[in-house]
């Protein structure tokens, strides 16, 4: 019997061009100068056609590559095939062609490869008008305000340091005023509304972000939403449906290419729960989720939620968030089974959390609570931020906070770490650690810097999963929070 062993290769090739119904390229494998290959042209990994790479290249020949005829170009057959969408490989080889500089731009965003090309990405905008629901929970936040933070909104709207007491005081006054007001249509209206304001800038999209989505290209709008497929991608690694790319072994792009439909479906098979929120806002823009949209603040909080729970060690844990955007970690972590959530942010952003999680998770309760009175332990308490001192009564498993520690400056951080030790044994970080001076308000913080002051021990410290430039820290509170 006769055993043929598979003859090695060492493939070097680039697409060049992959644009104006054009894709060009060149492959050629060291070890056997004189073969000639075949490539397949992708779009959204589905093979388009096929080139023979033979043509002369004098710049190949130049630069030593054989006798530099290891050239092909492919004219696009007639259809919609996305620049962004289009690969190459050689036929029967698991060589996929580099990307020249040229190309780069997009895929340098990224956390996966686009070696194997994006899929055909579904940018959407929401539309929804404001209906009967919202106005009767713009009403019932009114109450609830009233009794709450009227009074106390205007003089102590800001209270989150650094750059938040600048965005708080000069971006949030409208808003302030309709829950100060008597008119919930005006309000439901209102933050309806707030991803195409000012208003949501910083916590999810905002008017600019609004006004270029708008304004943008098909390819523009197609580029905006890639980073949150990238994200999908790299979630499906996180959970385990999706092997982790090694460029070292040549596996790299397989995720990316999925579709952000299959990405969605697999994620929410394992899980157990629809990840694509219901509609809340008129005017975000994402992936289209069958009537839904899916933004890149849904994907992190999901994450940050699961990492939550995995990281408490407790099937049914009870969280605390500082900084909770629009609520969206809360609405993960109760659909992934948390069994309390409390929320510790401005008052203003507060309110938002109430429209926003009573929309989007309808079978939960969601109240505002004074710190020093004790919580009911159901659904999602909001604790207003400048109401908290040193005799909050907050209990949770573990304190989380995503992106908004370092926005707050020292002098907010260090109020918090000396506190949140008694509310919980453990704080998960996910953030960035640039240190950036912020205007005239100060110098963005570094939580691993300050931490280790209040005698927090730091348990892990890896790179975010889904996220480029993000950190993710679990520290342990000291033991004093034991004994009290």
């Known amino acids: 019997m006769f055993f043929t062993r598979k003859r090695l290769r060492e493939f070097s090739g680039y697409v060049d061009l992959a644009s104006g119904g054009r894709v060009s390229g060149w492959v050629y494998d060291r070890l056997r100068p ?16 096929v080139a023979r790479a033979d043509r002369p290249r004098e710049d190949l020949a130049r630069a030593g ?22 690969a190459a ?33 579904e940018p959407t905008l929401s539309l929804r008008p404001v209906d009967e629901r919202d106005i009767e929970i713009a009403a019932e936040l009114q109450s609830a305000w009233a009794q709450h933070a009227s009074g106390r909104g205007a003089r102590r709207l800001g209270g989150g340091g650094a750059m938040w007491t600048d965005i708080v005081s000069n971006r949030h006054q409208p808003l302030l005023a309709l829950l100060d007001g008597g008119d919930p249509r005006a309000l439901a209206q209102c933050l309806v509304d707030v991803q195409k304001s000012s208003a949501a800038t910083g916590l999810e999209q905002g008017v600019q ?8 290209s098909p390819e523009g709008r197609r ?19 999706a092997r982790v790319e090694c460029a070292e072994q040549d596996y790299v792009g397989e995720t990316l290419v999925a579709s952000s439909r299959e990405l969605v479906a697999e994620i929410e098979a394992a899980l157990g729960f629809p990840i694509a929120p219901p509609a809340v806002f008129d005017g975000l ?7 839904n949209v899916l933004h890149g603040r849904d994907i992190q909080a999901l994450y940050l939620a699961l990492r939550a729970i995995e990281a408490s060690g407790l099937a049914r844990p009870r969280i605390c968030e500082i900084g909770g955007g629009f609520g969206k970690a809360a609405r993960y ?28 998770l309808p079978e939960a309760s969601v109240q505002f609570r004074h710190p020093r009175e004790p919580s009911r332990g159901v659904g999602v308490d ?29 002098a907010v951080c260090r109020s918090y770490f000396a506190r949140i030790g008694r509310w919980a044994p453990l704080l998960l970080s996910v953030n960035q650690e640039a240190n950036r001076v912020v205007g005239s308000s100060g110098r963005q913080s570094v939580v691993g810097a300050l931490l280790p002051d209040y005698g927090f021990t730091r348990r892990y410290r890896f790179r975010s999963w889904i996220r480029r430039g993000y950190a993710e820290e679990l520290w342990a509170a000291p033991e004093r929070r034991a004994e009290g």
């Open 34 to 49: 004189r073969d000639r290959f075949d490539v397949e042209i992708c779009s959204a990994g589905a093979v388009i056609g």
């Open 333 to 360: 972590a109760l659909l992934a089974g948390a069994r309390h959530y409390t929320i510790v942010d401005l008052p203003t952003v507060a309110a938002m959390q109430f429209f926003a999680l009573r929309r989007g």
């Open 65 to 86: 590559f054989g006798d530099g005829r290891y050239g092909f170009d492919f004219d696009l057959p007639n259809g919609d095939y996305p620049e962004e969408t289009l």
């Open 89 to 121: 490989r050689v036929r029967g080889e698991d060589f996929w062609l580099l990307e020249n500089a040229g190309r780069r731009s997009l895929a340098a965003e990224l956390l996966n490869s686009t070696r194997r090309g994006l899929p055909r990405l």
């Open 382 to 410: 909001l604790v207003l931020a400048p109401e908290i001192d040193d005799e909050a009564l907050i209990e949770s498993d573990v304190i989380v906070n995503c992106d908004s520690f370092p926005e707050m400056g020292d």
């Open 285 to 291: 823009y994402g992936l289209a989720m069958d009537g």
């Open 223 to 241: 580029a905006a939403v890639a980073p949150f497929h990238d994200m999908l991608a790299s979630l499906a690694q996180y959970i385990g449906l």
């Open 209 to 216: 972000a609004y006004r270029d989505f708008l304004a943008a």
